[in-house]
């Protein structure tokens, strides 16, 4: 527990409250997992935390949270804010998402008891030790997620719960319940009363976990159609099993996820309502694999200067290490056209070392650009708009295109990056007046 929470617990229980952190922080604190954040939860209202706390923020007021930040003094670990909440219990959920009002209580068990899973749903004081009424401990130990409950009372409450069991069971590679899972194909239409932008945040979370695998639940529990409606063509077309070992960026995971779909990709994107870099970013990281392999240095800085040059380094070290894996995830026409010729002559070890020369010969290629420095986008030219309009050339449609072909002529010789050089060509190619 860091310092600050312990500072916050006590000046509560001085103040003459009960406090315990609770919830993930808990869990993650017995499975040896650093927390992200640290929750406390008190019999003191808001009001009467607000006047022990000389700095606080109304977070969540109507629910009864109340943010602290603790003095400089009690800061460890760099964490200053707290979210402090009473110990409440929920009304009715009649939007599938939030309670309609709650009303405060002075026991924890009624706290604990409106958590949604018994993984979730235990608090922990320094000397008083882990209050776990829904037996949570032991199922961490069977590494199962279970509601806490009925799973049907549960995800009837907030929809949004049935994508978060799945999402804990990716993270911490923990077995959903039978009851849990069931009670998600029963009520898997609820997930449409739940805003897109909380479903693409689970959804990011399960894809950036160690098991993004898992992802497979959507689709065997039917909630895919209801994240969006082309959803359900990913699994049409195979989950990549390479998704564990990809790096946890936003644009290399979800374009890897929809690396079979990407003509969908952007529209999958767009309806997940993630931000304009995710969507641009993520469906060219997805278009890559459907592309025919580059065949010279040119071709590559092309598609470099297309879709830039980390994104590319990042889909030819996917597809290294996708040839260190199974077989049967090959992605690209090349690597499609060696396993054909495999079966036929039955080479398999001649044909991966085919494909793995490739790949490793492209990633030297890429490496030369970054060394030599070069010039792969219109801002790297060394012929500018400017120096157009000095020798005549008006604003407009043809200046760009004198650019652009300017542009292409230093991808295929980049050595001829200069100014000079580069208006001899254009005069050569008749373009400019010598």
């Given at each position: 527990?860091?310092?600050?929470?312990?500072?916050?617990?006590?000046?509560?229980?001085?103040?003459?409250?009960?406090?315990?952190?609770?919830?993930?922080?808990?869990?993650?604190?017995?499975?040896?997992?650093?927390?992200?954040?640290?929750?406390?939860?008190?019999?003191?209202?808001?009001?009467?935390?607000?006047?022990?706390?000389?700095?606080?923020?109304?977070?969540?007021?109507?629910?009864?949270?109340?943010?602290?930040?603790?003095?400089?003094?009690?800061?460890?670990?760099?964490?200053?804010?707290?979210?402090?909440?009473?110990?409440?219990?929920?009304?009715?959920?009649?939007?599938?998402?939030?309670?309609?009002?709650?009303?405060?209580?002075?026991?924890?068990?009624?706290?604990?008891?409106?958590?949604?899973?018994?993984?979730?749903?235990?608090?922990?004081?320094?000397?008083?030790?882990?209050?776990?009424?829904?037996?949570?401990?032991?199922?961490?130990?069977?590494?199962?997620?279970?509601?806490?409950?009925?799973?049907?009372?549960?995800?009837?409450?907030?929809?949004?719960?049935?994508?978060?069991?799945?999402?804990?069971?990716?993270?911490?590679?923990?077995?959903?319940?039978?009851?849990?899972?069931?009670?998600?194909?029963s009520l898997k239409e609820s997930l449409e009363n739940v805003s897109k932008e909380r479903i693409a945040v689970e959804l990011w979370k399960l894809l950036a976990s160690a098991h993004p695998d898992k992802v497979e639940m959507f689709f065997s529990t039917g909630l895919a159609p209801y994240i969006t409606e082309d959803f359900p063509k990913i699994q049409e077309s195979g989950i990549p099993k390479l998704l564990p070992f990809a790096p946890v960026e936003k644009i290399v995971r979800f374009g890897l996820f929809l690396r079979n779909v990407p003509d969908l990709a952007r529209k999958i994107l767009r309806d997940l309502k993630l931000d304009r870099e995710s969507i641009e970013g993520g469906?060219?990281?997805?278009?890559?694999?459907?592309?025919?392999?580059?065949?010279?240095?040119?071709?590559?800085?092309?598609?470099?200067?297309?879709?830039?040059?980390?994104?590319?380094?990042?889909?030819?070290?996917?597809?290294?290490?996708?040839?260190?894996?199974?077989?049967?995830?090959?992605?690209?026409?090349?690597?499609?056209?060696?396993?054909?010729?495999?079966?036929?002559?039955?080479?398999?070890?001649?044909?991966?070392?085919?494909?793995?020369?490739?790949?490793?010969?492209?990633?030297?290629?890429?490496?030369?650009?970054?060394?030599?420095?070069?010039?792969?986008?219109?801002?790297?030219?060394?012929?500018?708009?400017?120096?157009?309009?000095?020798?005549?050339?008006?604003?407009?449609?043809?200046?760009?295109?004198?650019?652009?072909?300017?542009?292409?002529?230093?991808?295929?010789?980049?050595?001829?990056?200069?100014?000079?050089?580069?208006?001899?060509?254009?005069?050569?190619?008749?373009?400019?007046?010598?």
């Amino acid at each position: 527990m860091p310092k600050g929470a312990e500072f916050i617990i006590r000046s509560l229980e001085n103040a003459g409250f009960e406090a315990y952190i609770v919830g993930g922080c808990v869990r993650d604190g017995i499975l040896g997992r650093d927390p992200e954040d640290w929750d406390i939860t008190t019999i003191a209202k808001p009001d009467e935390i607000k006047r022990i706390f000389s700095h606080t923020v109304d977070t969540g007021i109507e629910h009864g949270t109340v943010t602290v930040l603790v003095p400089p003094e009690e800061v460890e670990r760099g964490i200053r804010s707290f979210e402090v909440t009473t110990y409440r219990i929920d009304g009715e959920y009649t939007d599938h998402r939030h309670p309609n009002a709650v009303s405060f209580t002075g026991s924890l068990e009624e706290d604990l008891a409106r958590r949604d899973f018994t993984i979730n749903a235990m608090a922990y004081h320094m000397e008083r030790g882990i209050i776990d009424p829904f037996h949570g401990q032991e199922d961490l130990e069977k590494k199962i997620v279970r509601a806490v409950g009925k799973a049907k009372d549960r995800f009837a409450e907030d929809a949004l719960r049935m994508m978060r069991g799945i999402r804990f069971s990716a993270q911490l590679d923990f077995s959903l319940d039978e009851e849990a899972y069931l009670g998600i194909e029963s009520l898997k239409e609820s997930l449409e009363n739940v805003s897109k932008e909380r479903i693409a945040v689970e959804l990011w979370k399960l894809l950036a976990s160690a098991h993004p695998d898992k992802v497979e639940m959507f689709f065997s529990t039917g909630l895919a159609p209801y994240i969006t409606e082309d959803f359900p063509k990913i699994q049409e077309s195979g989950i990549p099993k390479l998704l564990p070992f990809a790096p946890v960026e936003k644009i290399v995971r979800f374009g890897l996820f929809l690396r079979n779909v990407p003509d969908l990709a952007r529209k999958i994107l767009r309806d997940l309502k993630l931000d304009r870099e995710s969507i641009e970013g993520g469906s060219h990281f997805a278009a890559l694999f459907s592309e025919e392999e580059v065949e010279s240095p040119y071709a590559l800085r092309k598609r470099i200067a297309r879709y830039g040059l980390k994104m590319v380094r990042d889909f030819y070290e996917m597809r290294l290490a996708l040839l260190h894996q199974d077989e049967a995830e090959l992605y690209s026409p090349l690597e499609s056209d060696l396993l054909e010729s495999k079966r036929r002559t039955g080479e398999i070890i001649t044909t991966k070392k085919q494909a793995e020369s490739i790949v490793k010969e492209r990633l030297l290629w890429i490496t030369k650009v970054e060394s030599e420095k070069n010039c792969v986008s219109l801002s790297e030219l060394m012929l500018s708009g400017k120096d157009l309009i000095s020798l005549g050339v008006s604003p407009g449609k043809r200046m760009g295109e004198i650019l652009q072909l300017a542009f292409d002529r230093v991808l295929q010789e980049p050595k001829e990056n200069e100014k000079e050089k580069l208006i001899s060509y254009l005069q050569e190619s008749g373009l400019l007046d010598s």
